[in-house]
C-alpha cells in the first residue's frame, strides 16, 4: 500500500507568518504534487515535481513556493499568509505513467488543515 | 478534458450494490476515465481506471459503455466505510501538466446500516 504522510495536520497561524507544510513518501514515486481543496473549487494543483531539485508550477501556484529536496520529501511554503490561504491541502504521489501505471493514479496523504488568522 | 456528469447524492443500505454512473459526452479517444473517493477528513483514494469495456479490481467494478459516453462504478457489497465522494474524472494521459487531476463535485453515497 502507498504511503503518504503529512505534517503537521493542523496548523493556524496569523496574517503574515511563514509557513511549512511536510510531505513524505515511501513509495519511491517520482511525482509529487501539492493540491488545495476549497468547497466551491473542488481540488487545485498548487505545485508539482518530478523529481529531487525539481519544480513545476500548478493552476494556483501565487502566494506559495515548494521545495523538493530528496525524492520522498516535498514541502510547501507560505512566507507571507493570507486569510485566502486557509484551506485543506493535500499532497500525492505518483510515478509519472512508468511500470505500466498512469500518472493519474495518485496516493494522496490525510492533509493539513491550514488557518490563517 | 471532457465535462462529466454525476448524480449528485445516492443512499444505499449495507450490502446493497451501489452503481455510480458518469455521464461524459465529449470524451476524446486519447481520453481514459478515473475513479476516485473521498472519505470525510482524508485524501482522496483512486479505486479504478479504464478505457473501455470492463475493468475489475479488488475494490470495485468498472462498466463501460460501448461509445464510451457513459460508465458506471460499480461497488459490490457496500459498508458504512464506503460512504464518500465519489469523483468520475475524465483526462487525457498526454495532458502537458503531468497527472493533474480536476475534480467536480463528485457523488455523495450515503450508507446506512
Known amino acids: 500500500e502507498a504511503a503518504v504522510t503529512q505534517s503537521p495536520r493542523n496548523k493556524v497561524t496569523v496574517t503574515g507568518g511563514n509557513v511549512t507544510l511536510s510531505c513524505r513518501q515511501t513509495n519511491s514515486h517520482n511525482y509529487m504534487y501539492w493540491y488545495r481543496q476549497d468547497t466551491g473549487h473542488g481540488l487545485r494543483l498548487i505545485h508539482y515535481?518530478?523529481?529531487?531539485?525539481?519544480?513545476q508550477i500548478g493552476d494556483v501556484p501565487d502566494g506559495y513556493k515548494a521545495t523538493r529536496t530528496t525524492q520522498e520529501d516535498f514541502f510547501l511554503l507560505l512566507e507571507l499568509a493570507s486569510p485566502s490561504q486557509t484551506s485543506l491541502y493535500f499532497c500525492a504521489s505518483s510515478d509519472g505513467g512508468l511500470g505500466g501505471r498512469s500518472s493519474y493514479e495518485q496516493y494522496f496523504g490525510p492533509g493539513t488543515r491550514l488557518t490563517v488568522l | 478534458l471532457a465535462k462529466t456528469t454525476q448524480p449528485p447524492s445516492m443512499e444505499a443500505y449495507e450490502g446493497q450494490e451501489v452503481n455510480v454512473s458518469c455521464s461524459h459526452t465529449?470524451?476524446?479517444?486519447?481520453?481514459?476515465i478515473y475513479w476516485y473517493r473521498q472519505v470525510p477528513h482524508q485524501g482522496p483514494q483512486f479505486i479504478i481506471q479504464g478505457y473501455k469495456d470492463y475493468v475489475v479490481n479488488e475494490v470495485a467494478s468498472l462498466f463501460i459503455s460501448a461509445d464510451r459516453k457513459l460508465s458506471t462504478l460499480s461497488l459490490p457489497w457496500v459498508s458504512l466505510r464506503d460512504a464518500a465522494v465519489y469523483y468520475c474524472i475524465v483526462t487525457d494521459k498526454g495532458t502537458q501538466v503531468v497527472g493533474q487531476l480536476t475534480f467536480g463535485r463528485g457523488t455523495r453515497l450515503q450508507v446506512y446500516a
Open positions: 515535481s518530478y523529481g529531487a531539485g525539481n519544480l
Open positions: 465529449n470524451i476524446a479517444t486519447s481520453e481514459y
